[in-house]
């Protein structure tokens, strides 16, 4: 489960802002943020290699999240490689996307986001029947469809465009205290999507905590949350500012990673 925040060509002086939780199981095996050989930097899977968030040259943006109550499928191929082909490669979002939903059906139930200077696409293997170019604007999404108003994207997205739109020198900083948001949605706000009541409430908030809870084992959420956050901003000129701060399993920062590149 997953959060992300994007203001698409919407700021005058910051044509792309992003702002994204990852959540999983802290025994996976994962690299925090780092300059990959083909100059991509995001974080990476270590079971599979892929990427669920990263930049990579010629101002290329990709994320994915997984979708909830998606029919499990056997012999899939991984999500994180469709993000990691786009960062290292060369074809435009819109041929991109339009190669990936040829064969959707080979990875299990995704959103996925790729852009570069230019544009920004979303496609998503279940719902939509082709992908579509996102108008500027602000966007959430987190394990639905695209700005489907589960109480944490509906907050979370009034709160960063307000952040987006009035801040003055919006920071990486500041985006990535706007997803350390750790209050649980009310029981009457929560969505209806195939989880028990108690896990709807545990996965509510922005910021998942790695609760205590002995039905733990029942939920499938022991040793379950936040591991990082991450804030990305990218001006008119070209420069990028990408920020990565994780987290132990008790919701602790730990470390960050701090990268800034020029135009190209």
Same mark, same amino acid.
């Given at each position: ?18 702002a994204?939780?990852?959540? /999983?199981?802290?025994?996976? /095996?994962t690299?925090?943020?780092h ?7 995001? $974080? ?5 290699? $892929?990427?669920w968030l990263?930049?990579?040259?010629n101002s290329r ?8 109550? %998606?029919?499990?499928k056997d ?23 339009a190669?990936i939903a ?6 299990a139930?995704f ?9 920004? *696409?979303?496609?998503?293997n ?7 170019e996102?108008?500027?604007? *602000? *966007? ?5 469809v ?7 994207? %509906?907050?979370?997205?009034?709160? #960063?465009?307000?952040?987006? %739109? /009035?801040?003055q020198? =919006? +920071? +990486?900083?500041?985006l990535?205290a ?15 999507t195939?989880? +028990?009541?108690?896990?709807e ?18 939920? $499938?959420?022991?040793? *379950?949350?936040? =591991? ?5 901003i ?5 420069n990028?500012? #990408? ?11 730990t470390? %960050?990673? #701090? ?6």
């Amino acid at each position: 489960m997953c959060l992300i925040f994007i203001g698409h060509r919407s700021h005058k002086d910051m044509p792309l802002i992003v702002a994204a939780n990852r959540d /999983e199981f802290f025994a996976r /095996e994962t690299r925090q943020a780092h300059c990959w050989d083909d100059g991509v930097i995001a $974080g990476r899977d270590g079971r599979a290699g $892929g990427t669920w968030l990263g930049i990579g040259p010629n101002s290329r943006f990709a994320a994915i999240t997984n979708r909830r109550g %998606s029919a499990p499928k056997d012999g899939i191929r991984s999500r994180g490689e469709l993000t990691a082909n786009f960062l290292r490669g060369s074809a435009t979002p819109a041929d991109y996307a339009a190669s990936i939903a040829e064969n959707g059906q080979d990875y299990a139930g995704f959103n996925l986001l790729i852009g570069d200077a230019d544009s920004l *696409y979303y496609l998503n293997n279940e719902v939509l029947a082709a992908p579509r170019e996102l108008a500027p604007g *602000y *966007y959430g999404l987190s394990n639905g469809v695209l700005d489907e108003p589960w109480p944490k994207v %509906s907050k979370g997205k009034q709160r #960063f465009q307000i952040l987006a %739109s /009035e801040s003055q020198e =919006l +920071t +990486t900083d500041t985006l990535i205290a706007l997803m350390d948001d750790r209050e649980k949605a009310e029981d009457h706000e929560l969505p209806s999507t195939g989880l +028990t009541l108690a896990l709807e409430r545990r996965l509510s908030s922005a910021f998942i905590r790695n609760e205590k809870d002995p039905n733990d084992e029942i939920l $499938g959420l022991h040793d *379950y949350g936040t =591991l990082c956050s991450t804030a990305l901003i990218r001006d008119q000129k070209g420069n990028v500012r #990408f920020h990565e701060r994780n987290y132990d399993a008790l919701g602790r920062p730990t470390q %960050s990673h #701090f990268f800034h590149l020029g135009p190209g």
